[in-house]
């Protein structure tokens, strides 16, 4: 895979615009560890080799089990592994990917609802946002996950 073009040099103020958001969702109340499974599950989701390597790797830095890490996409068959908020927010996450295909359906709101507060929620939305934006990026100028660059 080679990459089509630099986005971050075509286009620096857009780019920031979407690292502003990041910095949000980074100072949130939402625990990293919950954003950086819900960017990992989307990342899954939307086939996105940058994003998949780079946020596996952030997880790894971060002292999460490689058994967590591998199980983010069977999460609803990973038993205790995953706790109820990190559920909770996997399947929002899922849920918001796949808009064209779910419609967000009530259910999957007054579910999220139950384990977030309406900031939480919004925040958890804003960084789903977020990520398939991120994801949209990398795949469509094929950002070169770091795993190919070091061959």
Known sequence: MSTRLDYN?????GIKALNGLYGYVMQSSLPAVL??????RISQINNCAFCLDMHTRDMLKKGQSIEKIALVQAWREAGSLFDERERAALAWAETV????ETGVPDEAYEAAGAVFDEREL???TLATALMNAYNRMGISFRSTPQALLKK
């Open 9 to 13: 040099q075509v286009a620096p103020a």
């Open 35 to 40: 954003v950086d499974l819900v960017y990992l």
């Open 97 to 100: 990917t796949r808009v064209a």
């Open 122 to 124: 919004v925040d958890l």
